[in-house]
């Protein structure tokens, strides 16, 4: 049960796209289309932002988008905003209700 | 308007125990899985335990194996983490979660905060 591996910073400008990785092993990924990402403010709780890999709650902007590519998922914020400023987490089912969590990216507005 | 609001967290010696509860309303709780993540002071979240929608299965990280035990109670709507054995590196914010499909947790409280010291 180890964490999939996240870049520990990414940063852009306003306006700017920025893409962040998470990877893992075929253990966690697998052939599961199960990957999520949340966005968490200091203090807060997580907000699902992607689910399934590329699947948006309603209300999210589709400024974030997600993709998967053999096991490593990604997450692409488009058009940043100061807004966009957070922590943000991947995870994946790791099988037998198994649930993994990358270790967290700081995305920082410049 | 689904809410998820934990409660039970505190000061906890080493070896102690506390039993953390996650109320439920605004979806039917019955239909869902439910989880516990937690989040360890400045570093990032850690899947705890889940348990099915009947509370007869359940599934927990290794590293609280035989310590901590998920339930719920359907009727009050209610989720519960039992913590036995307590250690410091047990110390963490508790998110109570919806889970809505194998892994996407939709619904999260604010969290209930769990000091162990003494």
């Known amino acids: 049960q180890s964490a999939l591996t996240q870049p520990p910073s990414a940063s852009g400008s306003p306006g700017q796209s920025v893409t962040i990785s998470c990877t893992g092993t075929s253990s966690d990924f697998g052939d599961y289309n199960f990957v999520s990402w949340y966005q968490q403010y200091p203090g807060k709780a997580p907000k699902l932002m992607i689910y399934e890999v590329n699947k948006r709650p309603s209300g999210v902007p589709d400024r974030f988008s997600g993709s998967k590519s053999g096991n490593t998922a990604s997450l692409t914020v488009s058009g940043l905003q100061a807004e966009d400023e957070a922590d943000f987490y991947c995870?994946?089912?790791?099988?037998?209700?198994?649930?993994?969590f990358g270790g967290g990216t700081k995305l920082t507005v410049l | 308007e689904v809410q998820l609001v934990e409660s039970g967290g505190g000061l906890v010696q080493p070896g102690g125990s506390l039993r953390l509860s996650c109320t439920a309303s605004?979806?039917?709780?019955?239909?869902?899985?439910m989880t516990w993540v937690r989040q360890a002071p400045g570093k990032g979240l850690e899947w705890v335990a889940s348990v099915n929608q009947d509370g007869s299965e359940n599934y927990s990280v290794d590293s609280v194996k035989g310590r901590f035990t998920i339930s719920r109670d359907n009727a009050r709507k209610s989720l519960f983490l039992q913590m036995t054995g307590l250690r410091a590196e047990d110390t963490a914010v508790y998110y109570c979660?919806?889970?809505?499909?194998?892994?996407?947790?939709?619904?999260w409280g604010p969290g209930t905060l769990v000091t162990v010291s003494s």
């Open positions: 605004g979806f039917t709780f019955s239909y869902y899985w």
């Open positions: 995870s994946s089912y790791a099988g037998s209700n198994n649930l993994v």
């Open positions: 979660a919806r889970r809505r499909d194998s892994s996407t947790l939709d619904y």
